[in-house]
T-cell receptor
Framework: KNEVEQSPQNLTAQEGEFITINCSYS?????LHWLQQHPGGGIVSLFM???GKKKHGRLIATINIQEKHSSLHITASHPRDSAVYIC???????????FGKGTHLIIQP | ETGVTQTPRHLVMGMTNKKSLKCEQH?????MYWYKQSAKKPLELMFV???????ENNSVPSRFSPECPNSSHLFLHLHTLQPEDSALYLC??????????????FGSGTQLSVL
């Protein structure tokens, strides 16, 4: 079974700062997901990637398959980015994703 | 708006009650999921349905009973729950067959409290 570790668990930063959240996993995967969960519970899928890098607006996700590591970057952070960011990995089959515990991000004005 | 709607948003029930959670997706997806999120724990997969057929039951106690009458609707029937079942229950859907390399679309969740 894959083990997913996220760091840091909690992060508080000032508006405008560059944010990095890390995710490491123990077993090779076919896909890694980055999810965003706002207060109130709803989860939004930000990225799904299996290699390289993806960018969407101020968000960038990278993955290094050899090192079993992924990072989520937020440029020019804003208070509305405050949320829990969750990393999840899967082997490609239908046996379900393995989720990290999440990184609780607070961006202060 | 993700296209996945869950009701109710909040539910308080006693241990002897029977209640149901409902999920509806308007995305034309083939796979639907129930996840459980307990405080300070990672999301846990409970059930996966692929084309209305259950393909995964992640060792969930029988007091949780899923039902998928069609590809757009998913229910979770609850009976004789325990206080430790209090959690956020999230429904999700994906376009394909329930594989882990499919993008997930989540509902807003039902916050369940068992007294």
């Amino acid at each position: 079974k894959n083990e997913v570790e996220q760091s840091p668990q909690n992060l508080t930063a000032q508006e405008g700062e560059f944010i990095t959240i890390n995710c490491s996993y123990s077993v090779g995967i076919s896909a890694l997901h980055w999810l965003q969960q706002h207060p109130g519970g709803g989860i939004v899928s930000l990225f799904m990637l299996s290699s390289g890098k993806k960018k969407h607006g101020r968000l960038i996700a990278t993955i290094n398959i050899q090192e079993k590591h992924s990072s989520l970057h937020i440029t020019a952070s804003h208070p509305r980015d405050s949320a829990v960011y969750i990393c999840a990995v899967g082997g490609g089959g239908a046996d379900g994703l393995t989720f990290g515990k999440g990184t609780h991000l607070i961006i202060q004005p | 708006e993700t296209g996945v709607t869950q009701t109710p948003r909040h539910l308080v029930m006693g241990m002897t009650n029977k209640k149901s959670l409902k999920c509806e997706q308007h995305l034309g997806h083939n796979a639907m999921y129930w996840y459980k999120q307990s405080a300070k724990k990672p999301l846990e997969l409970m059930f996966v349905y692929n084309f209305k057929e259950q393909t995964e039951n992640n060792s969930v106690p029988s007091r949780f009973s899923p039902e998928c009458p069609n590809s757009s609707h998913l229910f979770l029937h609850l009976h004789t729950l325990q206080p430790e079942d209090s959690a956020l229950y999230l429904c999700a859907s994906s376009q394909g067959h329930g594989a882990t390399n499919e993008k997930l679309f989540f509902g807003s969740g039902t916050q369940l409290s068992v007294l």
